[in-house]
């Protein structure tokens, strides 16, 4: 059964009456001129300024989420805004060193995106965005701005297969820049490349830059493919020559074919004559 109001009102009296008395006592508290009632007052509305306002320099923890949240989502799109513009900067840099090779090489040539790689082979290759449709042929070589990647081995209308240094069956003739001396370039198949045929008293030292030989039908003369960095002697005859490659191709994403081809007179005559040797 629900109780009327004077029920209600009847069975709160105390508060109510408690109620009354406290505001009554505030009335005539504050009413008061006397001297200490004068003192108690001050002091009261001091400490509770002090309360309030050590209460208003105590940061609301609700607030305080929603802000680090909002710092957080903001730190988490600078981030990313950040990565793309590091990533943007280093492709243009990067194209603008294979476009100053462009510029720079009197011999026509396509630039490519590389779209697939092995580096873990015997036989290693990469696979280029560009084919038949561009102009590519099977043996054309294939550089950077920094030196020799390989040559075409393979093409369709749009990709071309590329067989890179570190593979056997890549074999180009070599020369020192500052001696002179004469070698072949070919991957021994365990990470290493060699120039062999070497004599054991040739000037070739560490650091000595490798290009390029004009002995070679297949590749211009003068394009940079290494560095020595162990030079000793094999056996009694020839010196171990370990090259490091100018291109790192663990990082290699751009590339330059370039449209030269053996000249085929040449290639035609030197067959013959190893042929009837």
Request: aromatic share 6%; charged share 25%; net charge positive.
């Amino acid at each position: 059964m629900k109780k009327n109001f004077g029920e209600i009102v009847f069975s709160l009296k105390e508060y109510l009456i408690l109620t009354l008395l406290v505001i009554i006592s505030l009335i005539l508290l504050f009413s008061n001129d006397n001297s200490q009632i004068r003192f108690l007052r001050a002091f009261a509305i001091g400490a509770f300024g002090t309360v309030q306002s050590g209460l208003s320099a105590i940061p609301n923890i609700f607030e305080i989420e929603q802000e680090n949240k909002y710092l957080r989502e903001s730190n988490i799109k600078l981030s990313n805004e950040i990565s793309t513009l590091k990533e943007t900067k280093l492709e243009n840099i990067r194209l603008s060193k294979l476009v100053g090779l462009k510029d720079r090489s009197n011999l026509g040539v396509v630039s490519a995106k590389i779209v697939n790689k092995s580096l873990i082979q015997t036989r290693n290759t990469i696979t280029i965005d560009i084919g038949n449709n561009d102009s590519v042929k099977i043996n054309m070589p294939v550089i950077t701005d920094d030196g020799l990647v390989g040559k075409v081995v393979a093409t369709s209308g749009n990709y071309s297969i590329v067989q890179i240094l570190y593979n056997k069956d890549l074999k180009l003739t070599v020369k020192d820049q500052r001696s002179r001396v004469d070698g072949i370039l070919n991957y021994d198949g365990t990470g290493n490349l060699l120039m062999t045929n070497v004599p054991k008293s040739a000037d070739v030292k560490l650091g000595d830059v490798i290009i390029t030989s004009e002995y070679s039908n297949n590749f211009p003369p003068g394009i940079p493919v290494g560095n020595v960095v162990e030079e000793g002697n094999l056996d009694n005859l020839f010196k171990k020559v370990v090259i490091q490659p100018v291109v790192n191709f663990k990082t290699l994403e751009e590339v330059f074919v370039l449209k030269y081809l053996p000249e085929k007179e040449r290639a035609e005559l030197e067959k013959i004559f190893l042929n009837t040797k």
